[in-house]
């Protein structure tokens, strides 16, 4: 099992800039992928970033590219997602997720945490 524990969510101008922490516990070994996914009021949850914990391979989703850079600190078992230039578009509960080395779809979530922008 993995736990995940989100943080750094809060209330932010549009232009501005956040930072998300993911402090990841337990079996973090098992891990292979380690993401960012966002869910907004009466939308579905979307991708949003996805980082390997190895090799640090990085993936974003268009909406969020060249703005969001995803990051982590293997010693601390932490994923970071750095916002900037943020948009009123961007509010929504971020997630944290795990994927295991043998999976093919994420295994572990984290509570999420909330990101509001202001117009």
């Known amino acids: 099992q993995v736990q995940l524990l989100e943080s750094g969510g809060g209330l932010v101008q549009a232009g501005g800039s956040l930072t998300l922490s993911c402090a990841a516990s337990g079996s973090t070994d098992s891990v292979g992928i380690m993401g960012w996914f966002r869910q907004a009021p009466d939308k579905e949850r979307e991708f949003v970033a996805t980082i390997t914990w190895s090799g640090g391979i990085t993936f974003y989703a268009d909406s969020v590219k060249g703005r969001f850079t995803i990051s982590r600190d293997n010693a601390k078992s932490t994923v970071y997602l750095q916002m900037n230039s943020l948009k009123p578009e961007d509010t929504a509960v971020y997630y944290c997720?795990?994927?295991?080395?043998?999976?093919?779809?994420?295994?572990?979530w984290g509570q999420g945490t909330q990101v509001t922008i202001s117009s």
């Open positions: 997720a795990a994927r295991r080395r043998v999976s093919n779809r994420f295994d572990y």
